[in-house]
């Protein structure tokens, strides 16, 4: 029995790096190659935790291989735009200029309550309010509405205004995070002169936001 916890803790640890040695993404937004090597990889892994008497480099070898061979293909695709095209496809316009691509939508096999589900998704229940539609190559579609059913900008209503970045982090659970606060150019001494001014230590905070301008938000534990 702790000979199978040891290798099932080993080859957690080596999934948790392979995906981390991949990239950062949902589900739903890996690339064909992406989805293959994940369903592969997993499969994989299953194998030595079952079978104890099985070496585990039979599945530590051919996990490390697939994770770098998905890097080293994503370097190509980068450098590439053929080898793109082959290992993850290319985007398909099925609306534009407000008319539906039948034929675009019959070559992708996108079915009309695939297109209207996706529509919903974005607040969109009228299709002819949709001007361009592009079916990505995670399968996701992406809609750009006719002008008259956009929301209204700042822009448009000739709104004056800076643009900064969102506020961040900078404690969470009573932690500070330097990161988040090297971001912001914010130093210890300002976190805790802010929150002696709230009269709040810094265990006490359960979370604490900072934007660019230093506007900050506090909530505090709750006893």
Known sequence: MS???IRAIILYMLLIFSVRLMGKRQIGELQPSELAVTILISNIATLPVEDTGMPLLTGIIPIITLASL???MSWLAIKSRGV???MSGMPAIIIQDGKLDQKKMREIRFTVDDLMESLRGQGIFDISEVQFAMV???GNLSVYQKYQYRNVTNSDMELKGKSINPPEIVIADGNPDGDAMARLAL???WIEHTLKK???AIGDVFLMT???DRNYSLIR???
């Open 187 to 189: 130093s210890m001494e």
């Open 84 to 86: 793109r095209r082959v």
């Open 3 to 5: 000979v199978v916890f």
């Open 136 to 138: 990505e190559t995670t």
């Open 198 to 200: 709230e009269k709040t």
């Open 221 to 223: 534990k709750e006893r």
């Open 70 to 72: 998905d890097v080293i």
């Open 210 to 212: 900072v934007d660019s």
